[in-house]
């Protein structure tokens, strides 16, 4: 796995954003970061780094679906 230099990021106006699967999302910019697994459900995390504008429309767009 790639480590991610978070200072670096911030430095060229990016972060990471993350979202979860229940299952293996193909064709897309999301990278596989791993499986978080629980007693009750086994999920796929992704995460992809954007700029802090896409971060902050990713999170409005996560609200309203919420």
Not at 3 to 8: E, G, W
Not at 28 to 56: N, P, Q, S
Request: zero cysteines; aromatic letters at 12%; charged letters at 40%.
């Amino acid at each position: 796995m790639e480590n991610i230099d978070f200072k670096q990021l911030k430095n060229q106006g990016k972060t990471v954003i993350y979202k979860e699967s229940e299952t293996d999302i193909k064709d897309t910019d999301w990278k596989l970061w791993g499986k978080r697994k629980t007693a009750d459900e086994e999920v796929y995390v992704y995460r992809k780094i954007v700029t802090f504008e896409e971060a902050e429309q990713y999170e409005l767009e996560n609200e309203l679906l919420n």
